[in-house]
């Protein structure tokens, strides 16, 4: 297969997936971007080409902890309101055909545009397998389905692609596509783990809880626990996290109840980890956790109490030109048994402190645009409201779109507005402000068996 690989490749004159000479290529096609991005992007009545790959390039093992991801791939409907534009044409692909009744729900929403004139500019393209690999592998094995994508796209528009996640398979992708992605260089993701954010929030001024990066095994977590513990001997709980979890996944909560204080801190910590940590994916073993941890590596720090405790997350985007902007910010609603799950959010974060949020999501993104990171991403904090007012924790960088990037999506495109960080509104055209709740774990098991 590997040799079949290489003299396809070859025939086509196509760099070899992971090469330098990809890697070269892409960066080629990514560093032509800002020109037709400056032309086309501010008229919304040029000819342009919006490819979508919602994909959800992520560890797939932890992934599979996550009920309903599947329908992951739908979140990224909400740019169907790309539509709205009248000479924008959107490709759309996902691995198994969406109800046309969702598609009509979404085309719908479009406020001036009827929904024959926005059919004629979508093309909905399926890889017809619901097998767990990622969508984006799915279309790398069809060729043919690559050529429909490259065929979809009318003569004279300026293309680009619009994914979920950016990772060596989208990089592949955009190659044999020759369009580029806006979004972060997957050379570039490491720099949003939670080891590197905490160095990033720590280079911008911020706070982040007590803690230690970069640790490599169930050792060293034994270590940092026990460096944090003798630091702050009242600590209750602490949080270990992979460098790569997401939705709270790859998270586990170890709590310090029991612990003997007559007795050696860091043998008692060891001897007990097993039993005294709550695995926030619940059906992942302890052995499978830390097997885990040693592969993406992590972090451990202190789990932030306070009897007011919120969850705000502050959205930005890095644009081709490098510009950096504020989109939004939320109040998350978090969850589960370990209190680490998302549930849902509210817009924009509470008057309180959404403009202060706000600028500390600037400064990471100045930051992050200095290492050449471009596209969407969200930076989420722990806030505790003290005497003093409310302190805020930086807690991680999501440097992909996320479940609080897509309403926002939504919405602006329904109103024509946009947020303003410096007053902590949202605006529509007319000046009239707005606010939503959001969620994607509305579920109930009265829907099952309901079709869409």
């Given amino acids: ?31 032509s971007f800002p020109r037709p991005f400056r032309k086309v992007f501010p008229d919304k009545l040029a000819a342009k080409s919006v490819v979508i790959i919602p994909s959800i390039t992520l560890d797939q093992e932890i992934l599979a902890k996550i009920s309903g991801h599947v329908h992951y791939e739908e979140r990224l409907l909400c740019l169907l309101m790309l539509l709205r534009m009248p000479r924008t044409h959107v490709v759309y692909v996902t691995s198994t ?41 799915k279309i790398l094995d069809r060729p043919r ?13 300026v293309a680009h692609l619009a994914c979920f996640t950016v990772t060596k398979y989208e990089r592949t992708l955009a190659v044999k596509l020759e369009m580029p992605i806006y979004g972060c260089d997957p050379e570039l993701c490491d720099i949003g783990n939670k080891s590197n954010g905490r160095k990033i929030f720590k ?50 909560v170890f709590s310090y109840e029991g612990i003997d204080q007559g007795s050696e801190w860091k043998q008692w910590i060891a001897d007990n980890l097993e039993n005294k940590l709550k695995i926030v994916a619940g059906d992942l073993s302890y052995k499978d956790f830390m097997y885990k941890f040693q592969h993406m590596q992590g972090i451990v720090e202190v789990f932030v109490e306070g009897e007011i405790k919120t969850y705000p997350s502050v959205q930005c985007r890095i644009n081709p030109l490098g510009d950096c902007k504020v989109i939004s ?34 400064k990471v993104a100045e930051a ?85």
């Fill in 1 to 31: 297969e590997t040799t079949r690989a290489q003299s396809s490749a070859a025939e086509k004159k196509e760099p070899m997936p992971g090469s330098m000479e990809e890697v070269l290529l892409f960066r080629k096609i990514q560093h």
């Fill in 97 to 137: 055909p969406v109800d046309p009744v969702i598609v009509d729900y979404y085309l719908h929403l479009l406020p001036g545009i009827t929904r024959h004139h926005a059919l004629q500019r979508l093309t909905l393209l399926s890889c017809y397998d619901a097998s767990p690999k990622s969508l984006t592998e």
């Fill in 145 to 157: 389905l690559i050529d429909r994508i490259k065929k979809s796209i009318p003569s004279g528009n």
């Fill in 203 to 252: 280079q911008c001024g911020l706070n982040v809880p007590p803690g230690f990066e970069d640790l490599k095994n169930e050792d060293e977590i034994v270590s940092a626990l026990t460096e944090l513990k003798l630091n702050n001997p009242s600590l209750k709980k602490a949080v270990i996290k992979m460098n790569d979890g997401f939705s709270g996944e790859g998270n586990a």
């Fill in 329 to 362: 910010t939320h109040d998350q609603e978090v969850g589960g048994e370990s209190g680490q799950v998302f549930l849902g959010a509210y817009f924009p974060a509470k008057e309180e402190y959404a403009i202060e949020i706000g600028e500390h999501g600037l």
């Fill in 368 to 452: 992050l645009e200095k290492t050449g990171v471009m596209g969407r991403f969200a930076v989420d904090f722990i806030s505790v409201k003290e005497e003093s007012g409310w302190k805020h924790y930086a807690i991680e960088i999501n440097l992909r779109k996320g479940a609080t990037t897509l309403p926002y999506i939504l919405l602006q495109f329904l109103t024509d507005g946009d947020y303003d960080y410096e007053n902590g509104l949202y605006l529509t055209a007319n000046r009239q402000t707005r606010y939503y709740f959001c969620s994607d774990n509305l579920k109930s098991e009265k829907y099952i068996g309901i079709t869409p």
